[in-house]
Nanobody, 121 residues
């Protein structure tokens, strides 16, 4: 099993920045990819960004490219999401996720409890 605990969500003004963290514990070596999803009120959960455990290759949703950066600290088993130039439409609950698969989809194996990000206009 893998446990994921997010932190860093907050209320921020449009144009501001936030950094989300996700502390991973347990059998993290069994996962191949980690990343972030988000879910806004009344909307489906959507992919935000992912990073491969081996090699560190990254991928992003088009809506966040150039503004968000995913990274990891392998020594501390922590995943990060640096969010810059935030927009009101980035408001959502952000979830950390991990999968034993080679791609990150909404059917991934492990989820965190979520952290709220609210961007005011």
């Amino acid at each position: 099993q893998v446990q994921l605990v997010e932190s860093g969500g907050d209320l921020v003004q449009a144009g501001g920045s936030l950094r989300l963290s996700c502390a991973a514990s347990g059998r993290t070596f069994t996962t191949n990819i980690m990343g972030w999803f988000r879910q806004a009120p009344g909307k489906e959960r959507e992919f935000v960004a992912a990073i491969k455990r081996l090699g560190g290759g990254t991928s992003y949703a088009d809506s966040v490219k150039g503004r968000f950066t995913i990274s990891r600290d392998t020594t501390e088993n922590t995943l990060y999401l640096q969010m810059n130039s935030l927009k009101p439409e980035d408001t959502a609950v952000y979830y950390c996720a991990a999968s034993r698969d080679v791609v990150l989809t909404s059917n991934c194996d492990y989820w965190g409890q979520g952290t709220q990000v609210t961007v005011s206009s």
